[in-house]
């Protein structure tokens, strides 16, 4: 299997949450700052190596300056079983997942992935069936996001989705039709998994059904929908907007 270098706090946490067998090294700033050291505290101890650098060595390594003072060597490895997803949300406090009804165009999937690792989406969810495969297109539209986001692949969609409900995480699927607006709903308090359909069909109806909640985004203009991966995007930074609102602290400037 081909090694590979993932950098940035979200990519080392979620690789060695998700697959730490496959982490050779990890290569962490000694002076890496309190806040960031936090978030990577829970996770180190799942490396059989971690490696004190400086920033230059790491920029050298991964070939930029944006690397958050956190780099890994890892080895290529495929989706998340549905087990593997299960256990790794069993190992989050309050995750957040987005969940893909059927999305077919690559284009889509990639800035799907991408919008989700920039929100720091603990998991992407795909219906092992109906959606597009991980081809060259998407991992260079989602622009790395597509080998540092934790992606699983299921076989039963609304079987993936009521466990997970078994393990304290509320459903919110994102429909048109729906009556209540993405604004009016609590996303900020517990575990959740946000649902969107497919290009054209949305979600299938036992997807729908299995949804806790029914969402919509206002839409003030002649168009009805947007496209998926906007609306996950809107999604899924409504949720950080809210979780960051619920911080000591937060709504002040600095």
């Known amino acids: 299997m081909t ?15 998700t697959r730490p067998d496959t982490v050779e090294c990890v290569y962490l700033q000694a002076d890496l700052g309190a806040e960031r050291q936090a978030r990577l505290d829970e996770v180190l101890p799942r490396a ?26 890892a080895t290529e490895s495929g989706p998340l079983s549905e087990s593997a997803a299960r256990e790794l949300l ?9 969940v893909l009804d059927g999305v077919q165009d690559p284009r889509n999937f990639g800035a799907c992935l991408r919008a989700a690792d920039g929100a720091g989406t603990d998991l992407v969810v795909v219906a092992r069936n109906r959606n597009v495969d ?4 998407v991992s260079k539209v989602a622009a790395g996001a597509a080998e540092s986001q934790a992606i699983a692949q299921v076989g039963n969609l609304v079987r993936f989705l009521e466990s997970i409900k078994e393990q304290g995480l509320w459903i919110v699927g994102a429909d048109a039709e729906a009556g209540e ?4 709903l609590d996303l900020g308090t517990a575990g959740t998994a946000l649902v969107l359909g497919g290009e054209g069909e949305g979600m299938r109806r036992l997807t729908r059904e299995t949804c806790d ?7 003030q203009g002649a168009v009805s929908s947007l496209n998926v991966a906007v ?18 602290g937060a709504g002040q400037l600095r």
Do not use: N, W
Not at 213 to 219: N, R
């Open 3 to 17: 090694p590979r270098i993932l950098y940035g706090i979200h990519a080392v946490r979620q690789v060695l949450l």
């Open 48 to 73: 059989s190596r971690v490696l004190p650098v400086s920033a230059d060595e790491l920029e050298r390594l991964t070939g930029t300056v944006k690397h958050q003072g956190v780099a890994a060597r």
């Open 90 to 98: 069993a190992a989050i406090e309050r995750p957040l997942v987005l």
């Open 134 to 137: 991980l081809t060259p297109v």
């Open 181 to 184: 607006s993405l604004y009016d």
């Open 213 to 219: 909640y029914l969402v919509s985004l206002p839409m």
């Open 231 to 248: 609306a996950a995007g809107i999604c899924l930074y409504e949720c950080v907007r809210q979780r960051a609102a619920r911080l000591p």
